[in-house]
C-alpha cells in the first residue's frame, strides 16, 4: 500500500470548513484513498473513501486531484464533535491487501 | 453505533495470564480483522479471518491466537501476558459490498 503523508495537528474554528490534506505521491492506479477518524479512544470511524472522482456523503466531501498525488478531506460545518485524529489511508480495494495500514494521522481540535 | 460488538469494556490482569478477548460483527459480514493499539505503536494490524478461516496476519505474537465460530463471532486469545501487551484492542468487520471496514469500541487492555 502506498505510504500517505498528512500534517501532524490542525485547529479549525467551529461552524467552519475543516480541510485536511494528504499526501500520496505513490500512489498506484488501483489503489482507493480512505479517510478514517478517531475520536479520543474510541474505535476508528469510516468517513468516505474515492478512487478519482471527488466523493461526498453525509458526514464530508473528499476531493482528489486530477494525478491523484493528493486529497483533501473537507467537514463542511465543523463542530466539537469533530475533534478527533484523522486518518487517511491508501490502499487496494476490492480484494486486494484488505488490512488498513494507519499512519499518525493528523490531530484537528475544533476551537470554539 | 458501528453495529460491531466487542467484551469486554475494559480487563485488567497480571502479568503471565490469559485473556480472551471476544468480537460480534455487524450483521451479513463475513471477515473480522483484529487490531491494537499501543501508545508507542499506533494502531497495528494483527489478524484477518473470513468465514471461519484464516486470510492473513499481521505482526501478531506467538503468545497470541484467534478463531472465528461458525456464528461468525471472533474471539482474540493472548496468553502469557507481559507489560507490554496493554494496549487497546479493536475488532472490526467488512462490508462485503463496500469493502468498507467498520469498528468496534475496543476492549482496552491493562496487565500489571
Known amino acids: 500500500d502506498a505510504k500517505t503523508t498528512q500534517p501532524t495537528s490542525m485547529d479549525c474554528a467551529e461552524g467552519r470548513a475543516a480541510n485536511l490534506p494528504c499526501n500520496h505521491s505513490?500512489?498506484?492506479?488501483?489503489?482507493?484513498v480512505y479517510w478514517y477518524r478517531q475520536i479520543h479512544s474510541q474505535g476508528p470511524q469510516y468517513i468516505i473513501h474515492?478512487?478519482?472522482n471527488n466523493e461526498t456523503n453525509e458526514m464530508a466531501s473528499l476531493i482528489i486531484t486530477e494525478d491523484r498525488k493528493s486529497s483533501t478531506l473537507i467537514l463542511p460545518h465543523a463542530t466539537l464533535r469533530d475533534t478527533a485524529v484523522y486518518y487517511c489511508?491508501?490502499?487496494?480495494?476490492?480484494?486486494?491487501?484488505?488490512?488498513?495500514?494507519f499512519g499518525t494521522g493528523t490531530r484537528l481540535t475544533i476551537i470554539p | 453505533d458501528s453495529g460491531v460488538t466487542q467484551t469486554p469494556k475494559h480487563l485488567i490482569t497480571a502479568t503471565g495470564q490469559r485473556v480472551t478477548l471476544r468480537c460480534s460483527p455487524r450483521?451479513?459480514?463475513?471477515?473480522v480483522y483484529w487490531y491494537q493499539q499501543s501508545l508507542d505503536q499506533g494502531l497495528q494490524f494483527l489478524i484477518q479471518y473470513y468465514n471461519g478461516e484464516e486470510r492473513a496476519k499481521g505482526n501478531i505474537l506467538e503468545r497470541f491466537s484467534a478463531q472465528q465460530f461458525p456464528d461468525l463471532h471472533s474471539e482474540l486469545n493472548l496468553s502469557s501476558l507481559e507489560l507490554g501487551d496493554s494496549a487497546l484492542y479493536f475488532c472490526?468487520?467488512?462490508?462485503?459490498?463496500?469493502?468498507?471496514?467498520?469498528f468496534g469500541p475496543g476492549t482496552r487492555l491493562t496487565v500489571l
Open positions: 505513490t500512489i498506484s492506479g488501483n489503489e482507493y
Open positions: 472490526a468487520s467488512k462490508d462485503g459490498n463496500t469493502d468498507t471496514q467498520y
Open positions: 450483521s451479513g459480514d463475513l471477515s
Open positions: 489511508i491508501v490502499r487496494v480495494a476490492p480484494f486486494g491487501n484488505e488490512k488498513l495500514t
Open positions: 474515492g478512487l478519482k
